[in-house]
């Protein structure tokens, strides 16, 4: 894809989640796809690799919770991946100073990549497992909103999220359709972790029938030192 299809596709697609994009981020967003792809052919980032479906089932999503995040804020993207939605928030969001949080050094490596050869800054990537990172001083109960897409079920995931937060900090959940039974069994751990939830959001992305729910959970008491638990404990004994 030439970059005034791309930029065109981009540009309609925003607009109509209210997110504007000027013309030098739509050039870092594509020169983000094109390292994308070209990094994909040596080790396994995405399996959407159309640009179209890239445009919207990465970009056009990670934009989606750019409505919920206050301006100048600090945020952690745990379990990041190839960068979603830490890196395309940052494009078009340079106000929010961000870290983004992988296990895996390989992909941090990418990232590092993306984000030198984009210039982008307030921004770094760190190697780490979300459990240790929740325990470091430097980024325990520091940051204003907690973000994460597809990392685990909720309960799971509250145990990584909400211990990185200040107190009225926000956890923004990205989840696919039909979470009523997620969001019910996780309302004990949530409550243990200092946090409620605020909000539920159900949406489909631009141009497509697929249902997108993003879940705010505002951080309302210290989360008890206990937690995050040791590597691995949370995914195989969830607070439940």
């Not at 309609?12 to 052919?41: C, F, G, H, P, T």
């Not at 961000?98 to 993306?114: A, G, P």
């Not at 190697?127 to 079920?153: C, L, M, P, Q, W």
């Amino acid at each position: 894809m030439n970059y005034d299809d791309f930029k065109n596709n981009l540009l309609e697609k925003a607009e109509k989640i209210q997110v504007k994009i000027e013309e030098v981020q739509a050039k870092k967003l594509y020169d983000y796809m094109q390292l994308l792809l070209s990094w994909n052919e040596k080790m396994n980032l995405t399996a959407i690799t159309e640009p179209n479906e890239v445009i919207v089932k990465h970009f056009i999503d990670s934009f989606t919770v750019s409505q919920y995040i206050e301006k100048n804020s600090y945020m952690v993207d745990v379990g990041t991946g190839a960068g979603f939605p830490g890196i395309p928030l940052k494009i078009v969001r340079p106000d929010i100073s961000i870290v983004l949080v992988d296990s895996l050094q390989k992909r941090v490596h990418f990232l590092e990549e993306v984000i030198q050869k984009l210039t982008l800054t307030d921004i770094d990537a760190i190697h780490s497992r979300i459990e240790e990172f929740g325990k470091n001083k430097i980024y325990r109960e520091k940051f204003d909103y907690v973000t994460s897409r597809a990392v685990a079920n909720l309960a799971v995931l509250s145990e990584y999220m909400l211990p990185l937060l200040k107190i009225s900090g926000k956890a923004i959940c990205m989840k696919g359709a039909n979470v009523e039974t997620e969001i019910n069994e996780a309302k004990k751990a949530i409550k243990i972790l200092g946090g409620k939830i605020e909000k539920v959001e159900t949406f489909l992305l631009p141009d497509t029938d697929m249902s997108r729910n993003i879940i705010v959970i505002k951080k309302q008491q210290n989360t008890p030192n206990q937690y995050p638990r040791k590597a691995g404990l949370p995914a195989k004994q969830p607070i439940l």
